[in-house]
């Protein structure tokens, strides 16, 4: 199924456009009247990390008059491997802001607009109002629902993308032609169930494989050029070298875009994903300590027994002195239980805390009442203990 273009033209170009795109006017299906309708397209990409840099870079390069970026967060040095729109000088600096200088770079015709600012319920409406089509680069399921419910309800087209290790996915949703998000993905999956790429880890190139079909599908949105993926989801495996297509349909029991929606309006996201599950958050409720309080215990000789739930290759990176490794899924088979000190004290800790709160609920469920964990996990550990280590 094919669709209009977005986008109306520009009234022209000029010389030095011309010059420019001079590689896009002369393919006849683009031609002049396509890249006049860059000129004239609104874009706003959601994050202008892993998925946005190669998105923004080349949307800026096609030509697409107007870019918007929402990004809050500051350049890491761990963002680099697969950021390529950040550089090295640009570490500690706004991502909005060395992505806008980037942008500039690759095209100074572009107008960059930067939201310095986090989503939002209360923003969103606002910000999407404003372009023509918005390209999701974020990689956490509240945004991902934020995204789409705006979307719907403001009937806006946007295209999505989403990666983690060596996989990757992408598609076009827009509920008034075809199906949304939540028409494939009804509800998030349960907190803790899929690690993040900071928790998991993501192949760089990755983001350059899934972002060019972004960027690919809203140029031919755009311009209203051939088939857009709307209705099918593209699933990309960088080991095997397959991309394989599911037809996605529109559920007409949707929440948000079927017949009788029940969510009509933005609802909280942070809580309809859970960041962490009930059971984690009560079992952490009372009994979370920071990492200066085990560094006190541990000069003080108190009688714990400190347990990094992460993986092998994460306790490689870094780990807490004296802390024995014990994957978080032996705890969730239930294997590692029976090995634990019962005259100890448990601390547990992870990379963050998010994996540590699941095992918290494991080990208060088994009876194991004092045992706490390290909120911030190994992280937070080496930022405020030992600066000297790394992060990842
Ligand atoms: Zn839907």
């Known amino acids: 199924m094919s669709l209009p273009p977005l986008v109306e033209p520009a009234a022209d170009l000029t010389v030095d456009e011309v010059r420019r795109y001079s590689r896009h006017l002369i393919i006849p299906d683009f031609g002049m009247s396509g890249q006049k309708r860059l000129k004239n397209a609104k874009v706003l990409c959601v994050g202008a990390g892993g998925l946005g840099s190669p998105t923004l870079l080349y949307l800026a390069a096609a030509g697409v008059g107007t870019l918007g970026i929402i990004e809050f967060d500051t350049v890491d040095e761990s963002n680099l491997q697969r950021q390529?729109?950040?550089?090295?000088?640009?570490?500690?600096?706004?991502?909005?802001?060395?992505?806008?200088?980037?942008?500039?770079?690759?095209?100074?015709?572009?107008?960059?607009?930067?939201?310095?600012?986090?989503?939002?319920?209360?923003n969103v409406m606002e910000l999407f109002a404003q372009y023509d089509l918005i390209v999701d680069g974020t990689d956490n399921f509240a945004t991902r629902y934020l995204v789409n419910d705006a979307c719907v309800l403001l009937g806006k087209p946007y295209v999505w993308g989403s990666i983690y290790r060596f996989d990757g996915q992408a598609s076009?949703?827009?509920?008034?032609?075809?199906?949304?998000?939540?028409?494939?993905?009804?509800?998030?999956?349960?907190?803790g169930m899929v690690p993040s790429c900071a928790e998991g880890g993501v192949l760089g190139v990755l983001c350059a494989s899934i972002g060019s079909i972004q960027t690919n599908e809203a140029i031919k949105m755009l311009?209203?050029?051939?088939?857009?993926?709307?209705?099918?989801?593209?699933?990309?495996?960088?080991?095997?070298?397959?991309?394989?297509?599911?037809?996605?349909?529109?559920?007409?029991?949707?929440?948000?875009?079927?017949?009788?929606?029940?969510?009509?309006?933005?609802?909280?996201?942070?809580?309809?994903?859970?960041?962490?599950?009930?059971?984690?958050?009560?079992?952490a409720a009372g009994s979370t300590i920071t990492p200066r309080t085990l560094k006190e215990w541990m000069d003080a000789g108190e009688n714990i027994h400190v347990i990094d739930v992460r993986e092998p290759n994460e306790?490689?990176?870094?780990?807490?002195?004296?802390?024995?490794?014990?994957?978080?899924?032996?705890?969730?088979?239930?294997?590692a239980l029976e090995n634990l000190p019962q005259d100890k004290k448990i601390v547990l800790h992870c990379k963050t805390g998010v994996r540590s709160a699941e095992v918290l609920a494991v080990l208060k469920s088994a009876g194991f009442n004092d045992a706490v964990h390290v909120g911030g996990g190994v992280i937070g550990w080496v930022n405020q203990i030992e600066p000297e280590k790394p992060v990842y």
């Open 84 to 122: 390529i729109i950040h550089g090295q000088s640009d570490v500690g600096k706004s991502k909005a802001q060395s992505a806008r200088e980037s942008v500039l770079e690759a095209n100074p015709y572009v107008d960059v607009v930067l939201h310095e600012e986090r989503l939002e319920a209360d």
């Open 315 to 335: 306790y490689e990176i870094v780990s807490i002195p004296g802390a024995v490794l014990v994957p978080k899924n032996e705890f969730l088979m239930g294997r």
């Open 223 to 283: 311009t209203g050029m051939g088939e857009p993926l709307l209705g099918r989801l593209m699933i990309y495996d960088a080991l095997e070298m397959t991309y394989r297509q599911v037809k996605v349909r529109k559920d007409p029991e949707c929440a948000v875009c079927g017949k009788n929606p029940t969510v009509t309006e933005l609802i909280d996201y942070e809580a309809f994903c859970g960041v962490v599950s009930e059971e984690a958050q009560e079992a």
């Open 172 to 191: 076009v949703f827009w509920a008034e032609h075809g199906p949304c998000y939540r028409c494939l993905y009804p509800e998030p999956p349960p907190p």
